[in-house]
């Protein structure tokens, strides 16, 4: 880019601007605003849990949580997860890439990997989750009447939750398992389907 050319900006904080370039060198340059195109967003308050799978699946989670509107994606091991290393800083550029593209003001936090159980030991009793239980495949699944609120989606990995996973899960009061429909999703599916019915019930949409 030249002096001059247009750019817009955002920082998570202060909105949308459109700026100019006003220097432009081969090691770097700088940028001025000009005016404030939009005022700053927030998405509701929702985390995607799940499960990391292959590096290009686990991509497809991160960008479409993005647009699917999550304020943290929280990648969780499960007994089941065989995943390769779940690389955090290559998925906070993901997500500022697919943030960029879809034209929202803010990027979710992207945590680094944590136990399911370490997680659910010191879970926060104000935040639900939305428990997708391969288990209930088929079974009549409603968000109607649930509240608003602090939620998060949980999605195992492809192997499934384990039994003593799924019993501490059901535990808990304020986990809502519910089934995805009759057919098995692959896990990428799975979050997407369960960000949409949560999104449509429960959210911004
Ligand atoms: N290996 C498991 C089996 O055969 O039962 C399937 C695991 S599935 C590929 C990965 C994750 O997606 C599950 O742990 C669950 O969270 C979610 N999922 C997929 N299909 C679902 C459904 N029909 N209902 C609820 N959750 C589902």
Same mark, same amino acid.
């Given at each position: 880019?030249?002096?001059?050319?247009?750019?817009?900006?955002?920082?998570? /904080?202060?909105?949308?601007? &459109? @700026?100019?370039? !006003? %220097? *432009?060198?081969?090691?770097? =340059?700088?940028?001025?605003?000009?005016?404030?195109?939009?005022?700053?967003?927030?998405?509701?308050?929702?985390?995607?849990?799940?499960?990391?799978?292959?590096?290009?699946?686990?991509?497809?989670?991160?960008?479409?949580?993005?647009?699917?509107?999550?304020?943290?994606?929280?990648?969780?091991?499960?007994?089941?997860?065989?995943?390769?290393?779940? /690389?955090?800083?290559?998925? &906070? @550029?993901?997500? !500022? %890439? *697919?943030?960029?593209?879809? =034209?929202?003001?803010?990027?979710?936090?992207?945590?680094?990997?944590?136990?399911?159980?370490?997680?659910?030991?010191?879970?926060?009793?104000?935040?639900?989750?939305?428990?997708?239980?391969?288990?209930?495949?088929?079974?009549?699944?409603?968000?109607?009447?649930?509240?608003?609120?602090?939620?998060?989606?949980?999605?195992?990995?492809?192997?499934?939750?384990?039994?003593?996973? &799924?019993?501490?899960?059901?535990?808990?009061?304020?986990?809502?398992?519910?089934?995805?429909?009759?057919?098995?999703?692959?896990?990428?599916?799975?979050?997407?389907?369960?960000?949409?019915?949560?999104?449509?019930?429960?959210?911004?949409?």
């Amino acid at each position: 880019m030249g002096v001059g050319d247009p750019v817009m900006l955002f920082n998570g /904080r202060d909105g949308e601007w &459109r @700026a100019e370039v !006003i %220097e *432009a060198g081969k090691r770097g =340059g700088a940028l001025g605003c000009v005016a404030r195109t939009r005022d700053q967003g927030a998405p509701p308050d929702l985390w995607l849990m799940f499960a990391p799978i292959r590096k290009q699946r686990t991509d497809i989670i991160v960008e479409k949580a993005v647009e699917l509107g999550v304020a943290r994606i929280r990648p969780v091991l499960t007994e089941f997860t065989r995943a390769e290393r779940w /690389r955090a800083d290559k998925q &906070r @550029a993901h997500a !500022i %890439e *697919a943030a960029e593209q879809c =034209g929202i003001t803010w990027v979710p936090q992207v945590d680094d990997s944590a136990r399911l159980s370490a997680l659910l030991d010191n879970w926060d009793a104000d935040r639900r989750i939305l428990f997708c239980d391969e288990s209930l495949l088929g079974a009549a699944s409603s968000l109607a009447g649930l509240p608003r609120g602090p939620w998060a989606v949980l999605i195992g990995p492809e192997g499934g939750f384990s039994d003593a996973e &799924r019993e501490r899960l059901r535990a808990l009061p304020v986990a809502h398992p519910v089934s995805l429909g009759p057919r098995i999703l692959r896990a990428e599916t799975a979050a997407i389907a369960a960000l949409t019915l949560w999104q449509s019930a429960l959210g911004d949409w």
